[in-house]
Structures are given as C-alpha cells and as structure tokens.
C-alpha cells in the first residue's frame, strides 16, 4: 500500500534522479506486468510505446498523475478518472516535430524523393523545382509546434499565416480556414485530435485547396480523412507530405503508399536525439513541483 503523503514514480530511465523521500521504480524493480506498479503515483509512459505503455494506468489505483511522454493526448481519453491529472509534454516535442515538418516540405517542394528514387537507378535528371521563397504557408494549430514551425519558415522569406482556434499569437481563428484554403501553396496540420478536429480535412477542405498545393500532416492522422486524400493525389492534383496516417501503422498493401506525389514518414517527428534530454528535464521539474505540493504544469485532462 502507498501512504497518501508518499509518492511513487515510475519512469522507464532506471537512472534518474528523485528528491529525497520520492520513492522510484522501473523496468527492472517494477515491470508493467506485474503487482508491482500497484504504488505508483505518478507514471510516465515509455516512449512510443502506444496502448501498450497506457494500459497499466489501469493497474495503478494510487495513480495521482499520468505525465505523456507526448503532445498529443487523445489515446489517454478514456484513462481520465477523478484524482488523475493527465498531463501532456508540452514543449518536449517542438523543435523535433517542426525540423520534420520542415524537412518534409522542402523534400516536397524540392522533389527530393523523386531525385533520390533517380539516384537508385544511377540516372541524372536535372529538373525545375518549386520554391519555398513567397510560397503562401498555412500552419493550422498555433501552439507552440506549429509557432516553431512558422519561426523555423521565415528565412525562406515564405508567407506564414497561423490558423488556431482561439486566434492568439498572431494567429487567425480557425474557422475563417475554409475561406481562404484556394490561397495556400502549403497547408501544415499540427493541431490535436478532438472531435472537432478528426475528419476535419475531408472531400470538401481538400477539393478547396488550390491545384499543386502540398498537405504536411505532423499531427494525428484521423485528422485526414484518408479515402479523400488518396482521391486527390491519386489524380494529381494535390501533393501530400505525412508523418501520421489512419490506419497507423500503415498497412503494406494500403493505396496511400503508392498515391500519386507523397512523402510518407512512420511517426517519428518527436522521436530524435532531443527527445529524451528534454523529457528528463519536464518530468524532474514536474516531481519537484508534486513534492512541494503544488500542481503539475500542462494538465490536459484534470482530475478534479
């Protein structure tokens, strides 16, 4: 059993360091298998461990905070339960999620997966490609990825309008989007899955982008409904460039791998050499801030 002044936290570095009094687990002295997580109080995940790494919050009653290893939040939904602050990773992800989406619209814009598919063949085949200079940018989801992104665009002299729901940081309202769709050469998803959000790049939003543009999807792939996106890059219409998909995994024989001009990436924006660094540091400033009993910092999903 767990005192309710004692904490108990499990996190999948067995060198980490807690303050004096926090009690640690982890792989080797409580696997997620066992009754030995039954004391955990706060839990973060394995990275990029999916269900798998959720699943025991269920086999953890003491469990005060859930801290995601990830920004986004929506397979811990149906995790929410009174006294668990569900927290995401704000900030961890940023510069690793946006030099992906970066290197995704210049690999787009520049036909790098095409020049390298000729390099395979030993063929030189000099072309003109596009440019990200005065490209017209639309970034929807303005937080603090999708503002890194902007930021990471300007040397390209690009023109950036931020889209988010609440217009903040510059940003323009998100419903105003469907409007002004026809004038974007590049369209960037980095918002959260919600159920505004899941099926919101549809036949429609896609038949209103102008003919050439590029769709960058670094956020959840049920943001796109994917039936229609392969519609359009089956035609040749639109390019798409995409770290998620739905289905995730893609399967081998899905149309989506072979639909016309897209690049596809298997989830790996937020999986680089900064992650683990940086998530060390959130997750020590988040236990000190629990031991001095305070709130942790990004909940989600409150508890109360």
């Known amino acids: 059993m ?3 002044v004692e904490h108990v936290v499990w996190v999948e570095w067995e060198d980490f360091q807690v303050p004096d009094g926090v009690r640690l687990l982890g792989p080797g002295s409580a696997p997620l298998d066992s009754d030995a997580i039954e004391p955990v109080t706060f839990y973060v995940p394995p990275y990029m461990t999916g269900w798998e790494g959720l699943e025991p919050v269920r086999r953890m009653p003491h469990l005060r905070t859930l801290q995601l290893p990830n920004a986004g939040f929506d397979d811990a939904l149906e995790l929410a339960r009174p ?8 900030g961890v992800h940023d510069i690793s999620t946006a030099e992906l989406a ?8 520049r036909g790098l997966h095409t020049l390298v598919r000729h390099q395979d063949n030993g063929a030189w085949r000099p072309e003109t490609y596009r440019t990200l200079w005065r490209a017209k940018v639309a970034v929807v989801g ?4 999708g503002q890194t992104i902007a930021s990471l665009l300007a040397p390209f002299d690009a023109d950036v309008t931020g889209f988010s729901r609440s217009g903040t940081a510059g940003s323009q309202t998100i419903d105003t989007l469907a409007t002004r769709l026809p004038e974007f050469d590049i369209v960037v998803l980095i918002l959260p899955a919600t159920p505004d959000t899941v099926g919101m790049v549809d036949a429609e939003f896609l038949a209103a982008m102008k003919d050439g543009a ?3 999807n ?20 639109l390019r798409a460039a995409v770290d998620v998909t739905d289905p995730e995994p893609l399967p081998s024989d899905h149309p989506l ?8 990436t298997p989830h790996v924006g937020g999986n680089s050499e900064a992650f ?4 060390r540091a959130l997750v020590t400033s988040q236990v000190e801030r629990i031991v001095r009993g305070e709130s942790p910092d990004h909940i989600v999903i409150p508890g109360n």
């Open 142 to 145: 303005f937080g603090h990825i």
């Open 257 to 264: 791998w072979r639909a016309g001009d897209i690049i596809i």
């Open 2 to 4: 767990v005192s309710a």
């Open 102 to 109: 970066l290197s995704l619209i210049l690999a787009s814009t």
């Open 83 to 90: 006294g668990l602050d569900i927290c995401n990773a704000r």
């Open 276 to 279: 683990e660094p940086r998530m």
């Open 214 to 216: 590029l769709l960058v």
């Open 218 to 237: 670094v956020a959840r792939g049920p943001i796109v409904v994917t039936d229609a996106l392969v519609a359009e890059l089956t035609s040749g219409r």
